[in-house]
């Protein structure tokens, strides 16, 4: 398998992978992570009412391990994801990194390690905590995901050094190199469809800073002060209770809103990047289409009703998580094609025998 | 390698080079710093208001609204200037199957860059100064052309060669 092939196949591998993750992040983790939050603020009311200041801060500093738990799952997500759009970026690039096939693979492997090592190293961090560390305040899984950071930037500096021998004119060996060009309807439908969708994401993020942004910031300082007042005054705890929800509802408003408004973007710039290897994906035309279909379906179908559950609630939130299983489906597929082509080629150079 | 492709791609590595060391000067110097205070501000809004300190409870929580102001704006330049920067190197690899003149083609160019470096600094200038005009107004502008560059290119990849 050339570099090329490599980071393809690992780019897709852990765009699914990371998409397989945030979707069970949703199902499993994200409400009751918010419940506990919920709570943990409605206890610090009832100190607030029982007049104990030590409490509140004892409250506020649990709060960080709640915190601390949904936010490495969120960037376990992030990273794992975007570090299979590198992997797709670098990809593309290939034709132009001067090196010899073996250090161009090595540098690919490379890439692939840190951007797998990354995201469980990131998981880790809250489970493993600083059980058996020899440092101060770095746990093992902060270690590991620092390490794997390290390969990704070594692998980065050394494809950067092969495109730099390449703008001093030099040349890599000629090898496989598919017109990146080609790909017919299926490259054109994720071109332009990818395009709608970064559109649609700036629109929405557009209308989201225009009418909502400032209107929650307001709300938010709103609630808390009437949370605190009603907090204040001992028969009042049921009102202050009435904030906290309020106060959990707005959360997940704005918390809903950003999703689909990052979300949408996050595709179109997926479907672009397809778009570019799909010389690669050894299926026929019409399979080639269906997965193309089937991923600009769920990239449009994830962020709408992620917003729609401000209206529809849970429902509406399992049609997102089918609108992202829709995109790991049409990835896996793509990827079936990428792994066919690979063993065409191998069986063709005899490397199969 | 035509014109607008060259102001895509080498637009796109400076605008995210330069995303980049603003996310690190910001990590460095100001993150912990403003994360801390909204952390330590919301705790001394409910710790005052424990203590009965209602006008400590007051200012705390001007504190906490203050700073989470102007966090989430830096965070969003910041990301903001590299994902436009990555959607225009993409952009400008793709440009080959643009469907449009070489004039066309360099206009859309010229108006993403416009718009992904005016969008993110009218947003920044909001932090200087609450309210400013200048700020709205050039992150409206800055939106505005991004739009209608994305709204081009979308037409320009849909349409078949003629």
Same mark, same amino acid.
């Given at each position: 398998?050339?570099?090329?092939?490599?980071?393809?196949?690992?780019?897709? !591998?852990?765009?699914?992978?990371?998409?397989?993750?945030?979707?069970?992040?949703?199902?499993?983790?994200?409400?009751?992570? !918010?419940?506990?939050?919920?709570?943990?603020?409605?206890? !610090?009311?009832?100190?607030?009412?029982?007049?104990?200041?030590?409490?509140?801060?004892?409250?506020?500093?649990?709060?960080?391990?709640?915190?601390?738990?949904?936010?490495?799952?969120?960037?376990?997500?992030?990273?794992?994801?975007?570090?299979?759009?590198?992997?797709?970026?670098?990809?593309?690039?290939?034709?132009?990194?001067?090196?010899?096939?073996?250090?161009?693979?090595?540098?690919?492997?490379?890439?692939?390690?840190?951007?797998?090592?990354?995201?469980?190293?990131?998981?880790?961090?809250?489970?493993?905590?600083?059980?058996?560390?020899?440092?101060?305040?770095?746990? =093992?899984?902060?270690?590991?995901?620092?390490?794997?950071?390290?390969?990704?930037?070594?692998?980065?500096?050394?494809?950067? =050094?092969?495109?730099?021998?390449?703008?001093?004119?030099?040349?890599?060996?000629?090898?496989?190199?598919?017109?990146?060009?080609?790909?017919? =309807?299926?490259?054109?439908?994720?071109?332009?469809?990818?395009?709608?969708?970064?559109?649609?994401?700036?629109?929405?993020?557009?209308?989201?800073?225009?009418?909502?942004?400032?209107?929650?910031?307001?709300?938010?300082?709103?609630?808390?002060?009437?949370?605190?007042?009603?907090?204040?005054?001992?028969?009042?705890?049921?009102?202050?209770?009435?904030?906290?929800?309020?106060?959990?509802?707005?959360?997940?408003?704005?918390?809903?809103?950003?999703?689909?408004?990052?979300?949408?973007?996050?595709?179109?710039?997926?479907?672009?990047?397809?778009?570019?290897?799909?010389?690669?994906?050894?299926?026929?035309?019409?399979?080639?289409?269906? =997965?193309?279909?089937?991923?600009?379906?769920?990239?449009?179908?994830?962020?709408?009703?992620?917003?729609?559950?401000?209206?529809?609630?849970?429902?509406?939130?399992?049609?997102?998580?089918?609108?992202?299983?829709?995109?790991?489906?049409?990835?896996?597929?793509?990827?079936?094609?990428?792994?066919?082509?690979?063993?065409?080629?191998?069986?063709?150079?005899?490397?199969?025998? | 390698?035509?014109?607008?492709?060259? +102001?895509?791609?080498?637009?796109?590595? /400076?605008?995210?080079?330069?995303?980049?060391?603003?996310?690190?000067?910001?990590?460095?110097?100001?993150?912990?710093?403003?994360?801390?205070?909204?952390?330590?501000?919301?705790? /001394?809004?409910?710790?005052?208001?424990?203590?009965?300190?209602?006008?400590?409870?007051?200012?705390? +929580?001007?504190?906490?609204?203050?700073?989470?102001?102007?966090?989430?704006?830096?965070?969003?330049?910041?990301?903001?200037?590299?994902?436009? /920067?990555?959607?225009?190197?993409?952009?400008?690899?793709?440009?080959?199957?643009?469907?449009?003149?070489?004039?066309?083609?360099?206009?859309?160019?010229?108006?993403?860059?416009?718009?992904?470096?005016?969008?993110?600094?009218?947003?920044?200038?909001?932090?200087?100064?609450?309210?400013?005009?200048?700020?709205?107004? +050039?992150?409206? /502008?800055?939106?505005?052309?991004?739009?209608?560059? +994305?709204?081009?290119?979308?037409?320009?990849?849909?349409?078949?060669?003629?």
């Amino acid at each position: 398998m050339s570099a090329q092939r490599l980071l393809i196949f690992g780019g897709i !591998a852990l765009i699914a992978g990371g998409m397989l993750f945030g979707d069970l992040f949703a199902v499993f983790v994200l409400h009751q992570n !918010a419940a506990l939050q919920g709570e943990a603020l409605l206890a !610090a009311t009832q100190a607030v009412a029982a007049q104990n200041p030590i409490a509140v801060k004892d409250i506020f500093a649990s709060l960080g391990g709640l915190l601390e738990d949904r936010g490495t799952k969120v960037d376990a997500h992030v990273h794992m994801t975007d570090a299979g759009y590198l992997a797709l970026l670098l990809a593309l690039l290939q034709p132009f990194i001067v090196f010899p096939h073996y250090t161009k693979k090595l540098l690919a492997s490379l890439f692939v390690t840190g951007g797998v090592l990354l995201p469980v190293g990131i998981f880790l961090i809250h489970y493993v905590g600083l059980a058996y560390s020899p440092f101060a305040v770095i746990g =093992w899984g902060s270690v590991l995901a620092d390490f794997a950071g390290a390969l990704l930037i070594a692998a980065l500096v050394g494809e950067a =050094w092969g495109l730099y021998k390449y703008s001093r004119g030099a040349r890599a060996d000629a090898g496989e190199m598919e017109d990146l060009q080609a790909g017919g =309807w299926a490259r054109r439908a994720l071109l332009s469809g990818g395009t709608v969708l970064v559109l649609l994401g700036f629109l929405y993020g557009a209308w989201y800073s225009a009418v909502d942004l400032y209107r929650h910031e307001e709300q938010e300082t709103t609630i808390l002060k009437n949370m605190i007042d009603d907090a204040g005054q001992p028969s009042n705890l049921p009102a202050a209770a009435l904030e906290v929800k309020n106060f959990g509802n707005l959360a997940g408003e704005r918390a809903v809103k950003i999703a689909a408004h990052s979300h949408i973007i996050e595709f179109g710039i997926l479907a672009i990047l397809l778009s570019f290897i799909q010389p690669y994906v050894f299926l026929s035309e019409s399979w080639r289409r269906r =997965w193309v279909q089937v991923l600009l379906a769920g990239s449009a179908i994830l962020p709408i009703f992620v917003l729609l559950e401000l209206k529809l609630g849970l429902v509406a939130g399992g049609i997102a998580d089918v609108g992202g299983l829709m995109v790991v489906i049409a990835l896996v597929g793509m990827l079936v094609g990428v792994l066919r082509q690979t063993g065409s080629l191998d069986s063709r150079s005899g490397v199969a025998r | 390698m035509n014109e607008a492709r060259k +102001l895509l791609i080498f637009g796109g590595i /400076a605008l995210a080079a330069f995303g980049m060391f603003y996310g690190l000067y910001y990590a460095v110097f100001v993150e912990h710093q403003s994360l801390d205070q909204i952390g330590g501000s919301l705790t /001394a809004t409910f710790a005052h208001a424990a203590e009965r300190n209602w006008e400590g409870s007051e200012s705390a +929580l001007v504190s906490y609204k203050q700073a989470k102001y102007n966090y989430v704006r830096q965070v969003d330049v910041h990301s903001h200037w590299i994902g436009l /920067a990555m959607l225009m190197i993409v952009l400008g690899v793709a440009f080959g199957s643009l469907h449009l003149g070489e004039r066309v083609q360099w206009w859309l160019a010229a108006t993403m860059l416009t718009g992904s470096v005016v969008f993110p600094l009218g947003v920044i200038l909001q932090t200087v100064h609450h309210g400013v005009f200048l700020g709205s107004a +050039l992150a409206v /502008a800055g939106s505005a052309l991004v739009t209608m560059a +994305l709204a081009g290119m979308a037409w320009g990849f849909a349409r078949t060669s003629s």
